[in-house]
Nanobody, 120 residues
Framework: QVQLVESGGGLVQSGGSLRLSCVAS????????MGWYRQAPGKERELVAT???????SYADSVKGRFTISIDNAKKTVYLQMNSLKPEDTAVYYC??????????????WGQGTQVTVSS
């Protein structure tokens, strides 16, 4: 049983920055990866960034070069640093974790979401 809690969202002007945090209720070393998704009104949820066991990262093309995902195992926290924000980045951002289960299964955990709004 794992709880994920996001924070750090808000209203910023285009070109500004925000740092999102996702704190897990328990240790996160077991997770295959942790990451961030976002969903804008009328849009499908999309993957923004992931950080896998071992530290490798990946990013959606739309945010590459602007966003950075990082992890602090001691604090049980995953961060998403967002720079050069654009109005198109406006969405609810969700923390996500993938927990591997024996025999080729897995379980996904989700946070409650945090709103990011970027004005022109």
């Amino acid at each position: 049983q794992v709880q994920l809690v996001e924070s750090g969202g808000g209203l910023v002007q285009s070109g500004g920055s925000l740092r999102l945090s996702c704190v897990a209720s328990r240790s996160i070393f077991r997770f295959n990866y942790m990451g961030w998704y976002r969903q804008a009104p009328g849009k499908e949820r999309e993957l923004v960034a992931t950080i896998a066991s071992g530290g490798s990262t990946s990013y959606a093309d739309s945010v590459k070069g602007r966003f950075t995902i990082s992890i602090d195992n001691a604090k049980k926290t995953v961060y998403l640093q967002m720079n050069s924000l654009k109005p198109e980045d406006t969405a609810v951002y969700y923390c996500n974790a993938k927990d591997l289960i024996p025999y080729s299964d897995y379980r996904l955990y989700w946070g409650q979401g945090t709103q990011v709004t970027v004005s022109s």
